[in-house]
C-alpha cells in the first residue's frame, strides 16, 4: 500500500514569505507527528495529532509555526515570514496507534524548505 | 535531560565486520528505544526497538544491546554490507508519543 507521502517534495522561499507544507498519512492511521531536520541533524520533535487533536505542540520553534489536521487525516505545517533558520527538511510520520500503542512511526520523504 | 548522546559521528567498516553505534540517555521516563535506518532523500525507517525491560534484541543481522543501569544502549550490525551504508539514528520515547533522536552516525561499508 501507500505511504506517507509528502508535497511539495522542495520548497524555495524568499525570506518573509509563507509557506505551507501537505502531508498525506497512511490511511487509518491514528497518529500524526511532525519533525523538523536540520542538516546534519536527527529530527526534533515539533508537534504530535490524535486524528484531529493536537495533543503536544510544545516543539514548535515560534509562533509562526501552526499545525493542523481538521478532518483527522491530511495535515498541513504552515510556516508564516519564513526565516533562514527554517531551512530544513520538514519530515512527516504517521502511526496506527496512539499513545503509548504508537510504537513504529513510518516517514515520509520530507520537504526541504529552503528560505532566500 | 532531554536528550539522547550518539556516537560516533561517522564510520568506516570493511564488508564484513562489525558495526557499533552507541547511545546513552539521562531521563530514566524513556520507555521505548527505537532505532532508524535513513538514506539520502529519504524519510527515516525503523530498525529494531527495544523496551527496557530487555537487555538484548535481534533481528536478523542487527542487534541492540540495552544497559538500563548504565542508561545506555548500542546497535551491532554483524557481517556489515555495502548497503548498510546510510546514517542511523538512535531515539528514546517517553510519555508515549514524543521521540527524541540522537544526532546520527554515518556508516560506510566499504567493499
Known amino acids: 500500500g501507500a505511504g506517507v507521502s509528502q508535497s511539495p517534495r522542495y520548497k524555495v522561499a524568499k525570506r518573509g514569505q509563507d509557506v505551507a507544507l501537505r502531508c498525506d498519512p497512511i490511511s487509518g492511521h491514528v497518529s500524526l507527528f511532525w519533525y523538523q531536520q536540520a542538516l546534519g541533524q536527527g529530527p526534533e520533535f515539533l508537534t504530535y495529532f490524535q486524528n484531529e487533536a493536537q495533543l503536544d505542540k510544545s516543539g514548535l520553534p515560534s509562533d509562526r509555526f501552526f499545525a493542523e489536521r481538521p478532518e483527522g487525516s491530511v495535515s498541513t505545517l504552515k510556516i508564516q515570514r519564513t526565516q533562514q533558520e527554517d531551512s530544513a527538511v520538514y519530515l512527516c510520520?504517521?502511526?496506527?496507534?496512539?499513545?503509548?500503542?504508537?510504537?513504529?512511526?513510518?516517514f515520509g520523504p520530507g520537504t526541504r524548505l529552503l528560505v532566500l | 535531560q532531554q536528550q539522547v548522546k550518539q556516537s560516533p559521528q561517522s564510520l568506516i567498516v570493511q564488508k564484513g565486520g562489525i558495526s557499533i553505534i552507541n547511545c546513552a540517555y539521562e531521563?530514566?521516563?524513556?520507555?521505548?528505544f527505537p532505532w532508524y535506518q535513513q538514506f539520502p532523500g529519504k524519510g527515516p525507517a525503523l530498525l529494531i526497538a527495544?523496551?527496557?525491560?530487555?537487555s538484548e534484541k535481534k533481528e536478523g543481522r542487527f542487534t541492540i544491546s540495552f544497559n538500563k543501569s548504565a542508561k545506555q544502549f548500542s546497535l551491532h550490525i554483524m557481517d556489515s554490507q555495502p548497503g548498510d551504508s546510510a546514517t542511523y539514528f538512535c531515539?528514546?520515547?517517553?510519555?508515549?508519543?514524543?521521540?527524541?533522536f540522537g544526532a546520527g552516525t554515518r556508516l560506510f561499508v566499504k567493499a
Open positions: 531521563n530514566t521516563a524513556f520507555d521505548y
Open positions: 531515539a528514546a520515547r517517553s510519555g508515549g508519543f514524543k521521540t527524541i
Open positions: 510520520a504517521s502511526s496506527l496507534m496512539a499513545g503509548w500503542n504508537s510504537e513504529t512511526q513510518y
Open positions: 527495544i523496551r527496557p525491560d530487555v
